[in-house]
C-alpha cells in the first residue's frame, strides 16, 4: 500500500465586507488570528492562517472586504484582496446569506472568472435564516456561477466549518509542508499587536473615528523578565478626531488601553505595559506616501 501523499496549498477567502471572513479564518484556525468587528472594513491587509496537520497544510488568507472605493486607502485593500485570489490553489467565495450587494458580486465574480480558479460557495450566517429559505439561495447562485461546491456554514456558531475543511482538502494539490507545523501565521507579532488595538477602536468608537484610525507599534521590548513594553501610536485624520479618541479627561484612549492590553496579555502569554500616543496625520487615507509611511506598502 502506498501512503497517501501530504497536501498542501493556499486557500483565498474573498467577499464583501462584514460578510465573516476574518470570523472563517479563526474558525478554521480555532484560534483568534483576525480581529472581527460588527463594523463593515475592519480587515485592510491579507492575512495568511495556517493550519497544518499529519497530511496536509492549508494555507488560508483572509482579505479586505470588496467595496467602491472612496479613499487611496479602500484601493489598496481592494488591490490586497484580489491579489490574494492570483495564486490561489482554490477560492472560496464567501457570502452573507441574510445581504448582497448585487453590484459588487457581479465585481467579485467577474474576478474570480478572470483568475479561472476552482471555487466554492460559502454561505455564511445560516443561524440566521430557516432552513428552508436556504435552497432557493443556491439554486440562485448556481445559476450564476459554476462553483464546486456550495456549502452553508455559520462561522460563529462553527456550524459546518469541518465538513468545509474535508471539502477543501479533496481541492488541494499535493505538496510540500510550507510552513513549520507549530507556525499559525507569517506576520509579525508587532501586526497582531497594532490590530489589537484598532480592533478595540473599531468596538469602542462611532462613525468615521474608527475608519480614519491606522495603528503603529513603534516600540516592543523587553522591559524586565516580568512585563514587554509596548508604545503604540494611533494616527487620526483630523484634530476633533483626536478629541473624541481621547475623550474627556482621557477616559477613552484609556478603555481602549486596557481593553487591548487584556488582549495583547492573552494572545502573548506575556504581561505587558502599553502606553498609547493619539497623533494626527491630515487626510491620510487620501495619501498613498502617508499611507506608506504608516505601513501600508
Ligand atoms: N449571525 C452571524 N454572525 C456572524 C457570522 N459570522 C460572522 N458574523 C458576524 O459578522 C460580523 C463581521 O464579521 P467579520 O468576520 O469581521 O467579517 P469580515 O468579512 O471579515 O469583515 P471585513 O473585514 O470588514 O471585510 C461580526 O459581527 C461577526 O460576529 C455567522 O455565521 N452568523
Ligand atoms: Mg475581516
Given at each position: 500500500?502506498?501512503?497517501?501523499?501530504?497536501?498542501?496549498?493556499?486557500?483565498?477567502?474573498?467577499?464583501?465586507?462584514?460578510?465573516?471572513?476574518?470570523?472563517?479564518?479563526?474558525?478554521?484556525?480555532?484560534?483568534?488570528?483576525?480581529?472581527?468587528t460588527p463594523k463593515?472594513?475592519?480587515?485592510?491587509?491579507?492575512?495568511?492562517?495556517?493550519?497544518?496537520?499529519?497530511?496536509?497544510?492549508?494555507?488560508?488568507?483572509?482579505?479586505?472586504?470588496?467595496?467602491?472605493?472612496?479613499?487611496?486607502?479602500?484601493?489598496?485593500?481592494?488591490?490586497?484582496?484580489?491579489?490574494?485570489?492570483?495564486?490561489?490553489?482554490?477560492?472560496?467565495?464567501?457570502?452573507?446569506?441574510?445581504?448582497?450587494?448585487?453590484?459588487?458580486?457581479?465585481?467579485?465574480?467577474?474576478?474570480?472568472?478572470?483568475?479561472?480558479?476552482?471555487?466554492?460557495?460559502?454561505?455564511?450566517?445560516?443561524?440566521?435564516?430557516?432552513?428552508?429559505?436556504?435552497?432557493?439561495?443556491?439554486?440562485?447562485?448556481?445559476?450564476?456561477?459554476?462553483?464546486?461546491?456550495?456549502?452553508?456554514?455559520?462561522?460563529?456558531?462553527?456550524?459546518?466549518?469541518?465538513?468545509?475543511?474535508?471539502?477543501?482538502?479533496?481541492?488541494?494539490?499535493?505538496?510540500?509542508?510550507?510552513?513549520?507545523?507549530?507556525?499559525?501565521?507569517?506576520?509579525?507579532?508587532?501586526?497582531?499587536?497594532?490590530?489589537?488595538?484598532?480592533e478595540q477602536i473599531f468596538l469602542q468608537t462611532?462613525?468615521?473615528?474608527?475608519?480614519?484610525?491606522?495603528?503603529?507599534?513603534?516600540?516592543?521590548?523587553?522591559?524586565?523578565?516580568?512585563?514587554?513594553?509596548?508604545?503604540?501610536?494611533?494616527?487620526?485624520?483630523?484634530?476633533?478626531?483626536?478629541?473624541?479618541?481621547?475623550?474627556?479627561?482621557?477616559?477613552?484612549?484609556?478603555?481602549?488601553?486596557?481593553l487591548?492590553?487584556?488582549?495583547?496579555?492573552?494572545?502573548?502569554?506575556?504581561?505587558?505595559?502599553?502606553?498609547?500616543?493619539?497623533?494626527?496625520?491630515?487626510?491620510?487615507?487620501?495619501?498613498?506616501?502617508?499611507?506608506?509611511?504608516?505601513?501600508?506598502?
Open positions: 500500500m502506498t501512503e497517501p501523499q501530504f497536501k498542501s496549498g493556499y486557500v483565498s477567502i474573498i467577499g464583501e465586507p462584514n460578510v465573516g471572513k476574518s470570523t472563517l479564518l479563526n474558525a478554521m484556525l480555532g484560534e483568534k488570528l483576525a480581529i472581527v463593515p472594513q475592519t480587515t485592510r491587509n491579507q492575512i495568511r492562517g495556517i493550519v497544518t496537520s499529519d497530511d496536509y497544510q492549508i494555507i488560508f488568507l483572509d482579505t479586505p472586504g470588496i467595496l467602491r472605493p472612496k479613499y487611496q486607502l479602500h484601493n489598496w485593500m481592494v488591490k490586497a484582496a484580489y491579489a490574494a485570489i492570483q495564486d490561489a490553489d482554490l477560492i472560496l467565495y464567501l457570502i452573507d446569506v441574510t445581504r448582497t450587494s448585487p453590484q459588487i458580486e457581479e465585481e467579485i465574480l467577474n474576478a474570480i472568472h478572470q483568475v479561472n480558479q476552482k471555487t466554492i460557495l460559502v454561505i455564511n450566517k445560516i443561524d440566521r435564516i430557516a432552513k428552508l429559505n436556504l435552497l432557493p439561495v443556491i439554486d440562485n447562485y448556481s445559476q450564476k456561477f459554476s462553483f464546486v461546491e456550495s456549502v452553508p456554514i455559520s462561522a460563529l456558531n462553527q456550524d459546518g466549518i469541518e465538513r468545509l475543511k474535508d471539502l477543501i482538502l479533496g481541492y488541494l494539490p499535493s505538496g510540500p509542508q510550507y510552513f513549520p507545523p507549530d507556525q499559525i501565521s507569517d506576520l509579525p507579532q508587532r501586526f497582531f499587536i497594532a490590530e489589537t488595538i484598532r462611532k462613525q468615521e473615528v474608527p475608519y480614519s484610525t491606522s495603528v503603529v507599534v513603534e516600540e516592543f521590548v523587553e522591559r524586565n523578565k516580568k512585563k514587554w513594553y509596548i508604545r503604540a501610536v494611533v494616527y487620526v485624520e483630523r484634530p476633533s478626531q483626536r478629541g473624541v479618541l481621547i475623550g474627556k479627561q482621557g477616559q477613552m484612549i484609556k478603555r481602549i488601553g486596557q487591548a492590553r487584556t488582549d495583547i496579555e492573552r494572545f502573548l502569554a506575556q504581561s505587558v505595559f502599553l502606553e498609547l500616543h493619539v497623533l494626527v496625520k491630515p487626510d491620510w487615507r487620501k495619501d498613498l506616501r502617508k499611507m506608506q509611511d504608516l505601513g501600508y506598502v
